[in-house]
Nanobody, 118 residues
């Protein structure tokens, strides 16, 4: 099982980034997918989630209206479009998969660093 994040980097405030997570080794379409983030010295927090068939999404209040989660089950990938980035969005962003049948079965990626700074 692998979840490999990409797309992180350094961006100026107000800028945009698109994160991608490529999944392999499991039946991607049977997993709800999420993005979490962890800023230095803070706990990991849920940023956005999407159901296994993509019919419902959920966002943290801090990113509503700025971030969009999407998925492509044909490509075994989930994405996070991040617009109007703020310095407080700086964090390591993690991809997470949770099986819809047994909720305790879940996987994590290793993360990608997003730094928002001028």
């Amino acid at each position: 099982v692998q979840l490999v994040e990409s797309g992180g980097g350094l961006v100026q405030p107000g800028g945009s980034l698109r994160l991608s997570c490529a999944a392999s080794g499991f039946t991607f379409s049977s997993y709800d997918m999420s993005w979490y983030r962890q800023a230095p010295g803070k706990e990991r927090e849920l940023v956005a989630s999407i159901t296994h068939i993509g019919n419902s999404t959920n966002y943290a209040d801090s990113v509503k209206g700025r971030f969009t989660i999407s998925r492509d089950n044909a490509k075994n990938s989930v994405y996070l479009q991040m617009n109007s980035l703020k310095p407080e969005d700086t964090a390591v962003y993690y991809c997470h998969a949770r099986w819809i049948v047994v909720r305790s079965l879940n996987y994590w990626g290793k993360g990608t660093l997003v730094t928002v700074s001028s």
